[in-house]
T-cell receptor, first 114, second 115 residues
Framework: AQSVTQLGSHVSVSEGALVLLRCNYS??????LFWYVQYPNQGLQLLLK??????LVKGINGFEAEFKKSETSFHLTKPSAHMSDAAEYFC????????????FGKGTKLTVNP | GAGVSQSPSNKVTEKGKDVELRCDPI?????LYWYRQRLGQGLEFLIY????????KSGLPSDRFSAERTGESVSTLTIQRTQQEDSAVYLC?????????????FGPGTRLTVT
């Protein structure tokens, strides 16, 4: 079965520092991949997606992610963290040719320190 | 409305009572999903509706859980004889048909507390 692993349930960075949130998937066929962000007391919002086009994907709020097939990874990065980036981030995979639903990772809570 | 709406936003209920949660998807979205998010956990898939097809109920944790959808609009998730372990945020999402079915738009969720 398809699975998604997010390394680190909590990540803490200083304002202005690099943000790196890790996501690895298990699949023999590259799936579609997504990052969602959840701000406190809100639903999830799509941050960016990979759907077999360019391997470097740019999303909203300055975030980007790179699909690396050899590493089965889709890590999320942002060069300079802002206080407003504090939220929980979920990686998700949509298995091509599989069931019609997303499989989510357990999430990584990002804290940004002043 | 512009987005997915859910009601109520918060629900506190006593153990053993039944609860009903509502989701209004974005107009035109034929796919609708329910998820459960327990404290500190990821999203747990519950059920998926797609148009007039039979729903995918593979994620429902027990027969106390059921969901209905009227056509391509409102959906209700019902939990009977609630237990404390049912306490969670219940999220609803909807998406367009076709290739964009994987781009899900989420509602704000219903926070259920079973005392």
């Amino acid at each position: 079965a398809q699975s998604v692993t997010q390394l680190g349930s909590h990540v803490s960075v200083s304002e202005g520092a690099l943000v790196l949130l890790r996501c690895n998937y298990s699949s023999s066929v590259p799936p579609y991949l997504f990052w969602y962000v959840q701000y406190p007391n809100q639903g999830l919002q799509l941050l960016l997606k990979y759907t077999s086009a360019a391997t470097l994907v740019k999303g909203i709020n300055g975030f980007e992610a790179e699909f690396k097939k050899s590493e089965t990874s889709f890590h999320l990065t942002k060069p300079s963290a802002h206080m407003s980036d504090a939220a929980e981030y979920f990686c998700a995979v949509y298995p091509q040719g599989g069931s019609e639903k997303l499989v989510f990772g357990k999430g990584t809570k990002l804290t940004v320190n002043p | 409305g512009a987005g997915v709406s859910q009601s109520p936003s918060n629900k506190v209920t006593e153990k053993g009572k039944d609860v009903e949660l509502r989701c209004d998807p974005i107009s035109g979205h034929t796919a609708l999903y329910w998820y459960r998010q327990r404290l500190g956990q990821g999203l747990e898939f519950l059920i998926y509706f797609q148009g007039n097809s039979a729903p995918d109920k593979s994620g429902l944790p027990s027969d106390r859980f059921s969901a209905e959808r009227t056509g391509e609009s409102v959906s209700t998730l019902t939990i009977q004889r609630t237990q404390q372990e049912d306490s969670a945020v219940y999220l609803c999402a909807s998406s367009f048909p076709g290739r964009r079915i994987y781009e899900q738009y989420f509602g704000p969720g219903t926070r259920l507390t079973v005392t």
